[in-house]
């Protein structure tokens, strides 16, 4: 027998017997590992599976790429004994300016500020994308109750009886519970016919980090542009850069990709008629990644012995970059459920423990979904009446203390 408790990558050394577990999960993105993590810490016997080998943590150098992470998923990935592994300390955001406007002109002058008095604790914390997959390995690989397969292509079959994953490589895990926390083009969730809706934006994601003469302040800028919204996010400084920011900034498609491929002095002009100089001057760092943006979410998340879990269930707007916060929303829920069953010696798998997960998530995931979507069809345009419509909004959040707190806390997830 394959006994769990082992991590192997490579598969060398491991037996071709079964692996018996409780939770057989495929997908060791943010989402699959730290649903791993948390189980495995209170004792439950865990399985992750990738077809990737897990991202390389060999990189140096900030990649530009970050992650808004809201105070409920900090306290997931403290309970998950994550959050101590990330290699440097997440940046606290403690203020968020949010204005509209033209490119290359002023902001209009109302404009909504969250401040410090809206919260007594940071709104979220910029983590770099690198610096969680460092943690997350970290945490994975101490864990005894985790076996992990990867990189493994795997086939699935599930019934009633309990689930089998076969790797190419013959080696073979059964577990009574599959968690498919494969990513939006999840194969275990098409495998199980649960079919999707998805909506496409025309619109890109440009991500990159930027160097700024001054101090950010902890200080987050999200401008809303007739192509796309346009962010800043503080991020933790370097020694060579001791002021940096990461950005995510939406385009129309063609028009994100012809500004992604600017030589850096055009860059960095496009980025300053977006941004103003309450920077001061800015200097793009780094690679640019353009991502497509599109959202979807999964008719149902579960079928016999299966859950969907993160973007495999639902994916939104990077608009309120809240997309992982939501599948972190799905951890939270799910690792409540199994850990109550496991202490109390129940199947991970019943019927009743997969209705209740789905009641707890979907209709809050909906209404996120609605929700980012309603913003960017409210920012991203010019037209005057609608430009009225959200100048008023804004206007009227910032007027009233006790609604900015109600948007603060349930951004934050608390
Ligand atoms: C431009 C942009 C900016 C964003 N900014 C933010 C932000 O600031 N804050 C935020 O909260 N969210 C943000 N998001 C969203 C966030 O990136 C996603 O929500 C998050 O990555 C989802 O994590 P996941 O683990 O569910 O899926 P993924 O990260 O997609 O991981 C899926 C994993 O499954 C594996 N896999 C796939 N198929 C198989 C298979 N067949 N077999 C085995 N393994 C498989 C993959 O190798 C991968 O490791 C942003 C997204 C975009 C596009």
């Not at 076969?166 to 016919?193: C, E, M, P, Y």
Request: aromatic content about 6%; charged content about 20%; glycine content about 8%.
């Amino acid at each position: 027998m394959m006994t769990s408790g082992k991590t192997d990558e490579s598969g060398a050394g491991v037996s071709t017997g079964a692996a018996e577990v409780d939770i057989c999960i495929i997908g060791a993105g943010p989402v699959g590992a730290t649903l791993a993590c948390r189980l495995a810490r209170e004792g439950v016997r865990v399985a992750v599976v990738d077809r990737a080998p897990l991202p390389p943590m060999e990189h140096p150098d900030f990649d530009g790429r970050a992650y808004a992470i809201a105070a409920g998923s900090k306290k997931l990935l403290d309970d998950a004994g994550v959050w101590g592994h990330l290699p440097q300390v997440p940046c606290p955001i403690e203020d968020i300016l949010v204005t509209d406007g033209r490119v290359g002109e002023a902001p209009s002058p109302l404009s909504l500020e969250f401040t410090r008095e809206d919260s007594d604790q940071p709104f979220g914390w910029m983590a770099e994308a690198r610096a969680l997959r460092v943690a997350l390995n970290a945490t994975l690989h101490a864990s005894p109750n985790v076996t992990l397969l990867a990189p493994a292509e795997v086939t699935v079959v599930r019934n009633e009886a309990g689930v089998t994953v076969t790797a190419k490589d013959r080696r073979v895990v059964r577990a009574r519970l599959l968690v498919a926390a494969d990513g939006r083009a999840s194969r275990t969730r098409s495998q199980a016919g649960i079919p999707v809706t998805k909506l496409p934006y025309g619109q890109s994601g440009i991500v990159c980090a930027i160097a700024h003469e001054y101090p950010h302040d902890n200080g987050a800028l999200e401008h809303f542009l007739p192509g796309g919204p346009f962010a800043q996010l503080p991020m933790t400084g370097t020694a060579e850069f001791p002021h940096l920011s990461a950005v995510v900034w939406s385009e129309k498609d063609a028009m994100a990709h012809r500004l992604a491929g600017l030589p850096h002095e055009a860059f960095a002009r496009e980025l300053r008629r977006r941004m103003g100089d309450r920077l001061g001057e800015v200097t793009p760092v780094g690679r640019r990644w353009v991502y497509p943006l599109s959202a979807q979410y999964a008719q149902r998340y579960t079928a016999t012995r299966l859950v969907l879990a993160g973007d495999a269930a639902h994916g939104i707007h990077p608009i309120a970059g809240q997309g992982l916060n939501l599948g972190f929303r799905d951890v939270i829920a799910l690792s409540e459920l199994l850990i109550e069953a496991h202490q109390r010696g129940e199947d991970p798998g019943s019927p009743a423990l997969l209705a209740r997960y789905q009641a707890r998530c979907r209709p809050t995931n909906m209404l996120m979904f609605v929700a980012t979507d309603a913003l960017d069809r409210l920012f991203s345009n010019d037209n005057p009446v609608l430009r009225m419509a959200r100048d008023v909004g804004i206007a009227t959040v910032q007027r009233f203390p006790r609604l900015r707190k109600a948007f603060v806390k349930h951004a934050m997830g608390i």
